[in-house]
């Protein structure tokens, strides 16, 4: 395996060791791989208003997100088979090239439709990207520096909190938002640089398949995500049913593909009720949902029922991800009896903020401090659990799959991650607009989507806190302590 001779004492594997040597260039592609394409989707929701008065195009504002997170779902299909056929030298070099082709549409887009464009091939280096970054740490790292790494990744989302939304803001109060996609294309095309002179060439070994794509399952998600998210924004709610419906049916059509299918994106028998993979995914899915959730809507129901500045509410929903950065980083040297608790304590910090959120933000506040601060605590108790727990599920998974498919496992963390995200998106959505978000709309409005939004999504925390206790008792059998 690349990348072991750099460990040193692979035994007592340190975050000095991940960080030091030849390692440390290598982790350092690693995370920024990833931060390219956390600071980007937080850069994007800042400056895109300011976009949209420029060149048009309002009535197409949702399908920025959309098309980004499908052609997303697409390239993180795509790069195990990009690195079983190029190798992590040139699969990392194509994936930058591809996001920089696509904010270089975004910086000289006339009219929406360039826009689009530029944001799906943006989306689809973007996925690659950072499914990349999870496949190629167990090629160029010892197993013992896996979970730090995987850590290290996850806290990547955290500074890109910090750093999207600031650099997104700032240009477009100087009203300057081209130049904010010029500065990602060139600074992707000088990442693709270093990531060639640091990877290895040589092309990777077991579990990196060079043959057929599972083309049938990757279009059942991505058909399954357009369905969603056009029918969230339908004004019957017997459409949001019915759309819905069909998603669920393209789902299971794409669990049946997986299971009888030879060619697939996540490991064999991954879906089985009887896979001990499947906790770990339900796990890693229902975290992902309690976290989205209070991503989507926070900013908004802040501004309208607690009158927070949109940089006040945009800074505090990013405590979730500041708290996911913290707990990622801190947990990644955890002791297994530590990883365990992590794993169990997550989904109940997750339900216990959501239920509190279902109560306090309905309400509407004068904005103090004593009305904001529980509402920052609860989103970092949100992030910090995840964060904690997020290693060790990343790690589980794949120390629970055959070294063959080791290579699916890697690609389908981000798969399973962006399709919750889109799933989050829009079941939210039409939850919000059945519940009166845009009819009667204002405060009565918005009143009713934070009750109904945040009390549904409760459900997913709640079920998480069951399947925790099994993921637990599976990590145990992994001889991890």
């Known amino acids: 395996m690349d990348g072991t ?72 299909s795509l790069s195990i088979h990009a690195l079983g056929t190029l190798g992590p030298r040139r699969a990392y070099a194509m994936a930058a090239g591809v996001f920089a082709l696509g904010a270089l549409l975004c910086a000289l887009a006339p009219s929406m439709g360039v826009m689009l464009w530029g944001r799906s091939f943006q989306g689809l280096g973007a996925g690659m990207l950072v499914s990349l970054a999870y496949a190629v740490i167990r090629l160029v790292f010892a197993e013992p520096l896996w979970t730090r790494a995987m850590g290290m990744l996850s806290s990547m989302w955290g500074i890109a909190t910090l750093i999207g939304p600031a650099m997104g803001g700032l240009f477009a109060e100087i009203g300057a938002w081209r130049l904010a996609f010029w500065i990602l294309c060139a600074g992707s095309l000088v990442f693709a640089i270093f990531a060639v002179r640091v990877l290895p060439p040589a092309r990777a070994e077991a579990g990196m398949p060079t043959s057929a794509m599972a083309w049938r399952q990757l279009m059942l998600l991505v058909m399954s995500v357009l369905v969603l998210s056009v029918t969230s924004a ?99 040297g955890a002791t297994p009896h530590q990883a365990r608790r992590a794993l169990a304590t997550a989904p109940v910090l997750g339900f216990g903020a959501i239920v509190f959120l279902t109560w306090w933000m309905p309400c509407p506040a004068s904005g103090s401090l004593a009305d904001i601060i529980p509402i ?67 405060t009565t409005g918005a009143q009713q989507a934070a009750f109904w939004v945040f009390a549904l999504f409760s459900v997913i925390p709640a079920l998480s806190i069951l399947v925790s206790r099994r993921v637990v008792a599976l990590y145990r059998s992994l001889g991890t302590g």
């Open 376 to 442: 920052g605590v609860a989103f970092a108790a949100v992030g910090t659990g995840v964060g904690m727990a997020w290693p060790h599920l990343l790690g589980g998974i794949l120390r629970l799959t055959p070294p063959a498919e080791q290579g699916l496992a890697s690609a389908s963390l981000t798969t399973i991650q962006l399709y919750t995200t889109a799933v989050a998106s829009a079941v939210a959505g039409t939850i919000a607009n059945a519940a009166g978000l845009a009819q009667p709309g204002g």
């Open 234 to 332: 339908a004004l019957h709610f017997q459409q949001n049913l019915a759309g819905l419906a069909i998603s669920l049916g393209l789902f299971a059509w794409f669990a049946h593909c997986e299971h009888n299918r030879d060619t697939r994106l996540l490991p064999k028998g991954a879906l089985g009720l009887r896979s001990p993979l499947l906790p770990f995914y339900c796990l890693l899915g229902g975290l992902a949902l309690s976290v989205e959730v209070i991503e989507i809507f926070a900013p908004l129901f802040l501004q309208v029922l607690h009158h927070q500045r949109p940089v006040v509410a945009g800074y505090l929903s990013a405590l979730m991800a500041a708290g996911w950065s913290a707990g990622s980083f801190t947990s990644g």
């Open 5 to 76: 001779t750099d460990m040193g004492n692979a035994s007592t594997p340190t975050w000095r060791l991940l960080f030091s040597g030849a390692n440390g260039a290598k982790s350092c592609v690693l995370a920024v791989g990833v931060a390219l394409h956390a600071i980007n989707l937080y850069m994007i929701l800042a400056i895109l208003p300011s976009a949209v008065k420029d060149i048009g195009g309002i009535r197409y504002y949702a399908w920025n997100e959309t098309l980004f997170i499908v052609a997303s779902i697409i390239g993180s």
